[in-house]
């Protein structure tokens, strides 16, 4: 089974430039999140799709960021314009149904973004 | 709010040492607990989890046991070798619309041979 794919895996840009992550979840996978890593801390959710609605998208920036999935599958997250502290690991991850709290999550490798 | 505490790292045992690694919780609620591990150069896997207080996880020789009464989830491994050499994360979530994992901020374990 193939796993939780994310592109690109690094990307380098400067600020106020704009950027774009791409995911692919687990097929038949209902539920997407985006999480955010800054170094040396723990994954911070960003948003939450259920198929192609959004359930939780209460710490994401909205004046810089946005995120889509489209027809409840891929998802794109993007950043316009990008700030230094952007700077972070993105992870994108799925799981089967409605996000349960027994369910598993599938983590993807992560777009590993530096803005300078 | 709801957050997870993770002891500090990094922590450097030698091979076949035993390993804890603690975990306390602040929730609302009743989450489920979970470990996460993520080895060099890979995404995060899930290792273990509980759903519910004295449920007791276990995975490849870790366990970890829902105390809800000390509110701890302690990682713990007999025997470490060095393929454990890794990044392990103690999360917490609800499910449904809080279905988000709120993790702690990561202990690094490194085992030397």
């Known amino acids: 089974e193939a796993g939780v794919a994310q592109s690109p895996r690094y990307k380098i840009i400067e600020k106020r430039q704009s950027v774009a992550f791409w995911c692919n979840p687990i097929s038949g996978h209902a539920t997407l999140y985006w999480y955010q890593q800054i170094l040396g801390q723990g994954p911070k959710l960003l948003i939450q799709f259920q198929n192609n609605g959004v359930v939780d998208d209460s710490q994401l920036p909205k004046d810089r960021f946005s995120a889509e999935r489209l027809k409840g599958v891929d998802s794109t997250l993007k950043i316009q314009p990008a700030k230094l502290e952007d700077s972070a690991v993105y992870l994108c991850?799925?799981?089967?149904?409605?996000?349960?709290?027994?369910?598993?999550?599938?983590f993807g490798p992560g777009t590993r973004l530096l803005v300078l | 709010g709801d957050s997870v505490t993770q002891m500090e790292g990094p922590v450097t045992l030698s091979e076949e040492a035993f390993l804890t690694i603690n975990c306390t919780y602040t929730?609302?609620?009743?989450?489920?607990l979970f470990w996460y591990v993520q080895y060099p150069g890979e995404g995060l896997q899930l290792l273990l989890k509980?759903?519910?207080?004295?449920d007791k996880g276990s995975n490849k020789g870790f366990e970890a046991t829902y105390r809800k009464e000390t509110t701890s989830f302690h990682l713990e491994k007999g025997s470490v070798q060095v393929s454990d050499s890794a990044v392990y994360f103690c999360?917490?979530?609800?499910?449904?619309?809080?279905?988000?994992?709120?993790f702690g901020k990561g202990t690094k374990l490194s085992v030397k041979p």
């Open positions: 999360a917490l979530n609800y499910g449904g619309s809080q279905g988000n994992l709120i």
């Open positions: 929730a609302t609620g009743y989450p489920s």
């Open positions: 991850a799925s799981s089967f149904s409605s996000g349960g709290a027994f369910e598993t999550q599938y």
């Open positions: 509980a759903t519910k207080a004295d």
